[in-house]
């Protein structure tokens, strides 16, 4: 998992020099999918029950599984990364949010509180918490933050498989769930909207989550191992 998480974290920063005004986001999809396979791992988002890019970027409103296509990204915009790899059997998983170009003030602060709620979940994914210390903690910070939390789609145990037991919901009471062990290995996404928390699916395309209310959101997600030494972030260079 950490060579798979080494992969995803070398797609997001990759792409970094391409997030810019007038860039396609298939460009940024084709940028990843030849990085991925050059490195012989398998973007695990492409297929996923029909999904037909190997990355979701996710633009202003958008709050996940946007799929590329032919608009481009403009100054001012924002757009959430999402990256799935398998290498070897394990899979790894993480996302980020960039700006493009100089943005505004709440979209800045909005990407700001969501990364640090990703930090808060983290730094609680210790041996001997609950489960939802974690979802505890994320909402806490984004809930001091200003902002919302989305609460139809939540984080999960990785592995194997992309998505395995348990869910992990970025909101919720501490103190309650299953105990932490070393050797559990999470993704943890908060996904944030600056207005209501209300998301609804694209009806055409069946993917695209945006907000209800036109506003913006961000996501960021690491894969995370709980060990014995304390959380150790998978998806890192
Ligand atoms: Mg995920």
Known sequence: MREAGRVVAGVLEMLEEHIKPGTRTETLNELADGYIRKRGGTPSF????????SICTSVNNVVVHGIPGRERLREGDIVGVDVGVILDGYHADAARTYAVGEISGVARK?????????????????RGNRLGDVSNAIQRAVESGGF???????????GKEM???????NF????????????????????VNEGSYEVEVDEGDGWTVRTVDGTLSAHFEHTVAVTEEGPVVLTVP
């Open 110 to 126: 909005l990407m700001e509180v969501t990364e640090e709620a990703l930090e808060a979940g983290i730094r609680a994914c210790r």
């Open 172 to 191: 919720g009471p501490a103190g309650r769930g299953p105990l932490l062990e070393a050797g559990m290995t999470f993704a943890l996404e908060p996904m």
């Open 46 to 53: 492409l297929g996923y029950r029909g999904f037909p890019a």
């Open 148 to 158: 919302s939390v989305v609460v139809q789609f939540v984080g999960h145990g990785i």
């Open 163 to 169: 998505h395995e037991e348990p869910q992990i919901p």
